[in-house]
């Protein structure tokens, strides 16, 4: 690793994106509160990739007035440290997109930077873990507005008067709970943007040391010597069993079930209770995709 080599990328970023300054005014006019509080432009809600790239552009087009909160402490932001559990990314590793087309801030100069052209070369895909560290790096060059450890509790409109309407968004954070107004929200939650995590009911009714979901934080070393059954056959199924095999040893069977929208899904679920009646030893995991 050269940190003289990720200074000069740093230098490089900066005079990259002073090129591209234009227009160099903002051009929003500041808003207050009915209270005198402050007004941001936009308030994004999830710190992972897709708020970070949100941010960044609203930077590019002079909207400076905005903030970045994530519930998650630092380092927690999306799944790359936390349920994600494939060892690298599922795309090729010239991926971009958090980078806006900026070539100073792609995957590939970052890592180059560190590891030299050679190593890139040999690289087959990126490690998840390299690839949150990258991020990380995106949010420190770009100075983005990030907010951690801030969850969002509700949001409602709030009338000002002729100027129009606000919106009134409910936060908690370690200091406890406040409010932020807005002229725009964005939901940045990633995967959880389309619900609640979610387990069949027969699943769900088993002691919580026997069953766990895909998005839970998993001991998979207290699964040494147990069955343990795999519900799902999306990736999310089969990154948890294979991260279940490489550290229980011991594990006497690993079965990967498959949900089906059909009839046989109640017949799954009699050989499951079956399995349970028996005094067996099972733990169910839930692929989530």
């Known amino acids: 690793m ?26 929003l006019r500041p808003l207050v509160g009915p ?3 402050k007004v941001l432009d936009v308030l994004i809600v999830g710190g992972g990739q897709g708020g970070q790239a949100l941010s960044f552009k609203l930077k590019l087009e002079r909207i400076d007035n905005h903030l970045v909160i994530d519930r998650g402490p630092a380092g927690a932001e999306g799944p790359w440290r936390t349920f994600g559990r494939m060892k690298t990314l ?26 030299g052209a050679e190593a890139f070369a040999r690289l087959n895909k990126i490690a998840r873990e390299s690839w949150s560290e990258y991020l990380h790096w995106l949010r ?33 954070d370690a200091a406890g709970e406040r409010r932020i107004l807005a002229r725009h929200v964005v939901l940045a939650h990633g995967i959880e943007a389309s619900g609640r995590w979610t387990m069949p009911a027969f699943v769900e009714r088993l002691p919580p040391g026997m069953r766990a979901h895909a998005a839970d934080a998993i001991d998979f070393a207290a699964l040494r010597g147990r069955r343990v059954a795999v519900l799902g056959a999306g990736a999310s199924a089969f990154d948890n069993a294979a991260a279940a095999l490489e550290v229980a040893d011991r594990l006497r069977e690993q079965v990967a079930v498959a949900r089906r929208r059909s009839a ?26």
């Open 2 to 27: 050269s940190p003289r080599d990720l200074a000069e990328l740093d230098a490089r970023v900066r005079r990259d994106l002073a090129l591209i300054s234009y227009p160099e005014l903002r051009w």
């Open 35 to 37: 209270g005198g509080e």
């Open 90 to 115: 599922r795309t090729w590793k010239t991926v971009t997109g958090p980078d806006l087309g900026i070539p100073s801030l792609t995957y590939q100069s970052w890592f180059e930077a560190q590891h």
């Open 140 to 172: 420190r060059v770009l100075a983005l507005p990030i907010e951690v450890g801030t969850e969002m509790l509700g949001i409602e409109p709030l009338d000002i008067g002729p100027g129009g309407a606000l919106l009134s968004v409910r936060v908690k």
């Open 264 to 289: 046989a899904d109640s017949r799954l679920e009699v050989e499951l209770g079956l399995q349970i009646g028996r005094r067996e030893t099972l733990t169910g995991m839930l692929g989530t995709a």
